[in-house]
């Protein structure tokens, strides 16, 4: 779940950074929450004691890509912290606004 999270935190700083993607294509809207629904179907009626573990990675994504999206509000050595990707944030620096010049 640990790179689960920082692949996903790095994918929401990208959006956050990015927002012409989501607005020229569109968001993945209702798709994870089906993906979920439908991997715990299968897993209930298949092997039922992996349930746990998707859930986790399953949260691991969803808060790792929320906090990303976020990341103006998070201190920069958490940002480098919850990134996989550590070296892009020696050369971030903020402007009053937090926006990343």
Known sequence: P?????RYFDTGVFHACSPWIQRDFGGAGGEGFRF???????????????????L?????????YKLGKHWQSLP????RYF?????YWNNIQYS???EIK
Do not use: D, H
């Not at 986790?56 to 790792?64: N, R």
């Not at 990134?83 to 070296?87: A, E, L, P, R, T």
């Open 36 to 54: 979920v629904k439908s991997e715990i179907q299968f897993l209930l009626k298949n092997a039922p004691f992996w349930i746990p573990r998707a």
């Open 76 to 79: 920069l050595s958490t940002c």
């Open 2 to 6: 640990r790179e689960e999270f920082q």
């Open 96 to 98: 009053s606004s937090k």
């Open 56 to 64: 986790l990675t399953t949260f691991a994504k969803f808060l790792g």
């Open 83 to 87: 990134s996989m990707y550590k070296s």
